[in-house]
């Protein structure tokens, strides 16, 4: 691979690309930075235009057409954990690495998941919005213990099973849904299939990945399963939760309320969602900390840098032609 080739940045979720400028551009090779907020048709241009060796990206889609526009594409890197944004496929297919960084941030999402649940079962966001606006009512709290509730994980991967961890403390009932992680469980998880799950939990925690098969995984027959008065946590893809069902499930009392970090057209917040009192919503932030952030951006340039200097990437996600 020539030092000239170029590795394309598409998108990022931080202040600047300092961090992969220096390790792409230590190992001679050439850091393109796409503008910011590019339509898709304008992303397959630019990259069209690049011709880039690597692509790095955080959100922006990477489409089938534009991968087959590439004529040096060796490997596209996912600054982050789920590939729902890469055309997995079409990458396999032109010989291109596709790789991600599946460990980077799971103590945050979990913490974040818990942080999501205390919220609601403690009312925190919507105490702290009534006093804001000049109320000042102890009376009207109808709170939860946490040690006595049932707490169901839709997803028991690595992230899945650390907030479970973490869960054990309070001493609450973890269940979860059934994987190949299923006897990876030292800590006193119950494993059942979902509807088992949703129909027996008081808290219901999202940590599946988004596929094909996972969309409007929660849709509103999923929703119907669930415990009515329950509370829907949601940390990671917004795909995976039918939004108008979820609004219909909240306004007709089924959910108690639902904490959200991911929405299925985001940036776009339904106003249904916003007016809800017991729903809180954070700008897809779970996965981010000063220390999380700096293990992504410098692993997913590394892994750049490896497949281009020959060597097999730490973390594929296919296997290329």
């Not at 990477?62 to 997995?88: C, F, H």
């Not at 919507?126 to 040690?147: E, H, I, K």
């Not at 995976?240 to 904490?259: F, K, M, P, R, Y």
Request: hydrophobic share 45%; with cysteine; charged share 20%.
């Amino acid at each position: 691979m020539a030092k000239h080739d170029s590795v394309m940045i598409t998108d990022y979720a931080w202040p600047d690309v300092e961090i992969e400028r220096s390790i792409v551009e230590r190992a001679g090779y050439e850091l393109l930075v796409s503008p910011a907020e590019l339509t898709v048709t304008d992303l397959d241009d630019a990259i069209t235009t690049a011709d880039p060796a690597a692509i790095l990206t955080c959100w922006a889609p990477i489409s089938a057409a534009a991968i087959a526009a590439t004529t040096r594409l060796r490997v596209i890197a996912r600054m982050g954990v789920g590939l729902d944004n890469i055309d997995v496929p079409a990458a396999t297919a032109a010989g291109a690495w596709v790789t991600n960084v599946p460990d980077y941030c799971t103590e945050e999402v979990a913490e974040h998941a818990v942080a999501l649940i205390l919220g609601l079962t403690r009312g925190v966001a919507a105490f702290d919005r009534s006093v804001r606006a000049g109320a000042w009512q102890p009376a009207t709290a109808r709170l939860t213990r946490l040690s006595s509730r049932t707490i169901g994980i839709v997803g028991f991967g690595r992230i899945g099973r650390r907030t479970a961890a973490i869960l054990s403390g309070f001493g609450c009932r973890v269940l979860a849904t059934s994987s190949k992680h299923a006897q990876d469980n030292n800590i006193g998880v119950e494993i059942a299939p979902l509807p088992t799950v949703l129909a027996e939990s008081d808290v219901v925690v999202i940590h599946a990945p988004l596929t094909d098969q996972t969309r409007h995984l929660i849709d509103a027959t999923a929703l119907a399963t669930i415990k009515k008065g329950a509370y829907l946590i949601n940390v990671s893809r917004g795909g995976l939760v039918d939004t108008a069902a979820l609004i219909h499930a909240l306004h007709s009392g089924h959910l108690a309320g639902a904490a959200l970090d991911v929405l299925e057209d985001e940036p776009v917040v339904d106003p249904a969602l916003l007016a809800h009192p017991d729903v809180i919503v954070t700008p897809h932030v779970a996965f981010s900390s000063d220390e999380s952030l700096i293990e992504l951006r410098t692993k997913a340039a590394q892994e750049v840098v490896r497949v281009l200097g020959g060597s097999p990437p730490l973390n594929p996600c296919n296997s290329p032609d």
